[in-house]
């Protein structure tokens, strides 16, 4: 109870305080590079606004404000997170809109400014994950303070921080508003069966920050409750370290440490088979040693000792206590639309994870304990990929010598050619679909696209929809939760696939949640959502599959388009002569 008390006054305070800690502008100097240009309030206390001190925590900020490759285009958008500055700090959420104007067009122009586009960002730097809401408001805002062709008017940003203090202060990090602008049915319009856990690439940033949210928003309460440990992280204690990676990649594999779990070049695949394939590696790549972490003192570690693992008795000892629901029949016959769950019950402070949960345990606890997720990556922050004390990671990069460096992550999503690449072989068998995972790739597919090429009803019905896809997915994560709970059956895991099973139960966030006792699981029913008897569709779509997944089925899939294309041409004068 006094846990639960010091919580709650804790998160009182910051509603007190509102939302947003800071607006900032980052600009592109042509002899000192990326650089604050303003902040309101300072980031450095007594500081003045415009004086470009930074904490040293927070000294890539000018990079993922403004990131790799953003001269390429007149506006982007960018999401990423940054390190708490205290022990009572959580993950520090960043939205940040970018924008280029040619310099002749100013009204006022200062000495520094020598190129011929200006180049700047205003991000907003928030204790809450609100995204997509962060982004609509700050977009007008930037569109805004650029029209003016004068930067030292600023009395813009410092209205905007008012306005965003006073709208968001005490909105509850929940409901649709969470998700605004992390549309799972274009992730599955655009990859289809691809969807996996590796890490994110392409250009432009916003594409890839929102390819990446996106499949976090799948997992229930994760990027609501999930993420306030995610950017734990120390910074580089020098610039000339972060500068010396230039060529290492002809250094070995051995000196860094296995860490790359989820995403390191968001690219995403197709939502059928790959969409399902994403969930899957964030469940266990991102914890894929098989060490469990000590029940945390407090939230954020600060000294090397807090990653130490956790003693496995302790687990077991809390375990005794949680009581084991009945086993329920799946029921068969055709898979059911789940509808948005009600009565989920309020959120409590978990007992092990230190995360806000729901009555079913969730979210998972993926993104604790030396585990990052960084929607984006900058250049500078390469060092993290080798840092001894990041245990795994999920990033999204636009630079190529991230992509290059195939050794530090587990698999690749080049989200622009929905290509996933993984270079393990284990790691590719356990994430292998199994036919009843197959059944529900399928299904989503079909009920995204179906009505796809009707203008009047694409996309506004239930099924279908960006919320009833999470309905699914919450669908299928509560059925595992609750088949995972039978260990000596068997039957009801396989559906599942054994090697994935296997590597996930040496998780910490599986160790984490099985060890404590979730009321809601009595209700949920065991066994996978698409079971039931093989037959003739089946084998129909594993041949599919394994044609779009294998590089000789995709050969022989292109040679074939191919030679359609040159039957459909070469027939056409043929039919126009008769």
Not at 114 to 124: H, N, P, Y
Request: proline share 5%; hydrophobic share 35%.
């Amino acid at each position: 109870m006094e846990i639960r008390k010091l919580n709650m006054d804790a998160q009182d305070k910051d509603e007190a305080k509102g939302p947003v800690l800071h607006i900032v502008v980052v600009g592109f100097h042509h002899k000192k590079g990326c650089q604050v240009e303003f902040s309101y309030p300072p980031l450095v206390p007594d500081a003045e606004h415009d004086s470009g001190l930074l904490p040293e925590e927070w000294r890539y900020l000018p990079f993922l404000a403004l990131p790799d490759g953003a001269h390429n285009y007149q506006e982007d958008t960018v999401f990423f997170h940054l390190p708490p500055l205290s022990a009572e700090q959580k993950c520090v959420y960043g939205v940040s809109c970018y924008r280029q104007i040619e310099a002749k067009t100013l009204k006022v122009r200062q000495a520094d400014v020598t190129r011929e586009t200006v180049q700047k960002s205003v991000c907003v730097l928030s204790r809450v994950p609100l995204y997509g809401l962060l982004q609509a408001k700050l977009q007008l805002i930037t569109h805004a303070y650029f029209e003016e062709k004068d930067f030292s008017q600023i009395s813009i940003l410092k209205e905007l921080y008012e306005h965003m203090n006073g709208s968001l202060r005490g909105s509850s990090v929940e409901g649709s508003q969470v998700y605004l602008g992390l549309s799972p049915r274009d992730l599955i319009l655009h990859f289809q069966h691809k969807v996996q856990s590796v890490m994110f690439y392409v250009s432009p940033v916003n594409r890839l920050v929102g390819a990446l949210m996106t499949v976090l928003s799948l997992f229930p309460g994760l990027v609501e409750h999930g993420l306030v440990d995610s950017s734990h992280y120390r910074p580089q204690s020098s610039v000339s370290e972060e500068l010396s990676l230039t060529s290492e990649s002809g250094s070995g594999a051995d000196e860094f440490v296995s860490v790359s779990l989820l995403l390191n070049h968001f690219q995403v695949g197709s939502l059928d088979t790959r969409t399902f394939h994403s969930i899957k590696p964030i469940l266990f790549k991102c914890s894929s040693d098989s060490n469990f972490l000590k029940p945390p003192s407090r939230t954020s570690p600060d000294s090397e000792s807090d990653w130490e693992t956790l003693d496995p008795g302790v687990l077991d000892e809390l375990k005794d206590h949680a009581e084991t629901p009945e086993v329920f029949e799946s029921p068969s016959g055709t898979p059911i639309t789940s509808q948005p769950l009600s009565g989920a019950g309020g959120i409590t402070p978990g007992l092990v994870s230190g995360l806000e949960e729901d009555q079913y345990g969730l979210p998972l606890a993926i993104f604790t304990k030396g585990y990052l997720c960084l929607p984006y990556m900058a250049l500078q922050q390469h060092h993290l990929l080798s840092d001894v004390s990041i245990r795994g990671f999920v990033a999204g990069a636009t630079n190529i010598l991230f992509r290059q460096q195939r050794h530090l992550s587990d698999a690749i999503v080049e989200v622009e050619e929905a290509r996933i690449q993984t270079q393990d072989l284990e790691l590719r068998r356990a994430l292998s679909l199994t036919t009843a995972d197959l059944r529900f790739v399928d299904y989503l597919v079909k009920h995204v696209t179906e009505n796809r090429d009707d203008v009047f009803l694409d996309g506004t019905g239930w099924e279908g929809g960006d919320e009833w896809i999470r309905a699914q997915f919450t669908l299928y994560l509560h059925s595992l939760l609750a088949s995972a709970l039978h260990q000596d059956n068997e039957r009801l895991l396989a559906d599942y696939g054994a090697p994935f099973i296997t590597a996930w139960r040496m998780t910490h966030n599986y160790r984490v949640w099985i060890s404590n006792k979730h009321p809601g699981m009595t209700h949920i029913t065991a066994g996978h959502p698409f079971q039931g008897q093989y037959s003739v569709a089946d084998v129909k779509l594993r041949l599919s599959h394994s044609v779009q997944n294998s590089e000789r089925g995709k050969k022989i899939g292109n040679a074939m388009m191919t030679t359609s294309r040159s039957v459909v041409q070469t027939g056409r004068p043929s039919v126009r002569g008769v």
